[in-house]
């Protein structure tokens, strides 16, 4: 057991406490009890009072002697120092940071993602500004569990430039709106990551991914440019070198009772459930609102948040609505919501 909690105590005390009168209380109870016991048990009438006195002056004792040792630890603790306990201090990962690349990937980023503004590129007119309705209010997006994990090469390998960012999502259509809200994945994905813009970002996703054939899209959104990432398709998974698969998405609103992936007025899909202990992927909660997004490591620090689009089934972002923002400045993904792997 540590003594570091009984020394912070003692601390406490002694930078609250004279000592001086720490010391003249003790030395007086410790006087008090050996000048006047011998006098007073003598002039005890009878055998049994004495030793009823006997056991109260042996109490006192015990009190005096301990009071004494207190005052003895005030004296002693000042030199006796705990071990420091290192701070460790959670940073961001940057280009020079990677996953590691054998082994178990021991370098994912720690800390919760931040809020970074990103350059603008060149006024080309390559970033369009798709139409903002968030103020309609037509749906909310809310971010219920998160983690992150390795991202893995087509050959097996640990990819050091790349890592998965899983949410559990809960979507809401407005009961008050008059509008269906689509909610697919298919190409172009209505759901997307935004990350800051930058022309050397990489973006790696697994195979089944890439044959989709939905790629990110550079939009403007608030005079700022992100990219706009979609999901990794169902079942995107892939077998590691330690022989276990990483992240898949399992999005599937059909699950919720919306099988074209329309939400009309008041409908919803997503809950809170999880695991209580780590268990299999079957007993993980409800799954069907999970998606998985393969992110280039680099953007981790400045992830701005999940995006709602209405796509208009087009991959020109100049023709779509912005329906809703869960951002990491209002605390998207936070610790409270962070949750192990293993439990959704």
């Avoid at 259509?173 to 759901?191: C, E, F, Q």
């Avoid at 809703?324 to 293993?342: H, I, K, L, S």
């Amino acid at each position: 057991m540590s003594a570091e909690p009984i020394v912070s105590v003692i601390g406490w005390l002694r930078d609250r406490t004279d000592l001086t009168g720490w010391i003249a209380s003790a030395a007086f109870a410790v006087t008090l009890t050996l000048v006047f016991t011998p006098p007073v048990l003598r002039h005890l009438p009878t055998r049994k009072d004495r030793q009823r006195a006997i056991r109260i002056v042996r109490r006192w004792t015990v009190v005096a002697g301990g009071f004494t040792l207190l005052v003895f630890i005030l004296f002693a603790v000042p030199f006796i120092q705990p071990s420091p306990v290192p701070e460790v201090a959670l940073e961001s990962p940057t280009a020079t940071s990677p996953l590691a690349t054998s082994g178990s990937p021991t370098s994912l980023p720690s800390a919760t993602p931040t809020v970074q503004i990103a350059a603008l590129p060149p006024s080309d007119g390559t970033c369009p500004s798709p139409h903002d309705a968030r103020d309609e209010e037509r749906v909310s997006l809310e971010v219920y569990w998160w983690c992150i994990g390795p991202a893995i090469t087509s050959d097996g390998q640990w990819d050091d430039s790349q890592f998965q960012l899983k949410v559990r999502l809960g979507i809401t259509a407005n009961p008050r709106g008059d509008t269906d809200v689509k909610i697919g994945t298919a190409t172009p994905s209505t759901l997307r990551v935004l990350i800051p813009y930058a022309t050397d970002a990489g973006w790696s996703p697994p195979p089944l991914t890439v044959a989709a054939g939905d790629k990110p899209e550079c939009v403007y959104i608030d005079g700022v440019a992100y990219w706009a990432i979609p999901p990794n398709v169902n079942g995107d998974a892939q077998l590691g070198p330690e022989g276990t698969y990483n992240f898949a998405s399992h999005w599937d609103p059909s699950d919720w009772g919306h099988p074209d992936g329309v939400l009309s007025p008041g409908e919803y899909v997503g809950d809170t459930s999880h695991a209580d202990h780590p268990t299999t992927p079957d007993q993980r909660g409800r799954t069907s609102s999970d998606l998985v997004f393969t992110l280039p490591i680099t953007a981790y620090a400045g992830l701005y948040g999940i995006a709602l689009f209405d796509t208009a089934s087009t991959t020109n972002a100049g023709n779509w609505t912005l329906l809703a923002v869960c951002t990491q400045v209002d605390g998207c993904m936070n610790e409270q919501n962070r949750q192990d792997p293993a439990l959704f």
